[in-house]
């Protein structure tokens, strides 16, 4: 079995960045404005009126996107979480450690050991998207940091109308802001004590943000929200090889980690969730 990556010390280290470029325009909204020249939904902006999306944003659909590809390859079966890929986090019933089970009496009895020990177990009971987003339960190891334009962004203004369905006719009109196509926002995620197989997981959403099928924001119907990932680059820190530590420390540069490495990653991902 694989070492547990518990918090007690640092084993490694994984940064990963690059630009994501907004492939049709799009929306990560905020609450509606009050003030009356504002669109009636604007989106989010810092307080220099910078457009930005929020770190816990992109986390979030890459997060459901691999939970869906995970399940292709580990299906849950007659519609609950069996296996150790992805548990439903929707469903508090279908979590990889249901609240029942942190609560029961004989559970309990192991929370009453050293909270090493109950780390432990909790890691050992998690579902692998758990074991890198987190869970109630679990510290999340991966770290997604806002995305701010790397270069311009341009905000633009749409108009829609709101159909009353019942009567069928137009029941008023709004306007809301998106992010125009062509910008793009400096990405770099963070993670610390990971598995090969989280780095694969991890890798594997990538791909799929380089590969253009993530969409992100709201009004996906209306076409918005397609974005893409350029420019990826890949450190990665090997806490237990004192050099590298070393060298670290001292010039604060962490080596990249090569494309046959990181291909091993997703195999090992490939090897855990069929194995
Ligand atoms: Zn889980």
Known sequence: MAERMLWDRMRNRLVIRGELEAVTAFRVGQAAETSPVAPDLPVMQD????????GSSLRGVLRSHVERLVRTLQPVENGRYAGRGACIPVHENQWCIPKEKMEKPSE????DKTGFELAAWVY?????VCRLFGSPWLASRVRFTDLFPAGEAVLEERDAV????????????YDFQV??????????????????????????ALNELEEGFIRLGGFKGRGLGRVKLSRREVLFLDGTRAGDLLQYARKR??????????QECIEELFNFLRG
């Open 124 to 128: 050992d009971q998690s579902c692998l």
């Open 162 to 173: 709101a159909i009353d369905r019942e009567k069928e006719t137009v029941a008023h009109k």
């Open 108 to 111: 309990k009895a192991r929370m």
């Open 179 to 204: 992010v125009a196509p062509g910008a793009g926002f400096a990405l770099e995620i963070l993670a610390e004590n990971v598995q090969d197989v989280e780095i694969g997981l991890l890798l594997w």
């Open 253 to 262: 540069e962490m080596p990249p980690m090569d494309e046959r490495r990181q």
């Open 47 to 54: 307080e220099r009126g910078r457009p930005y999306i929020p």
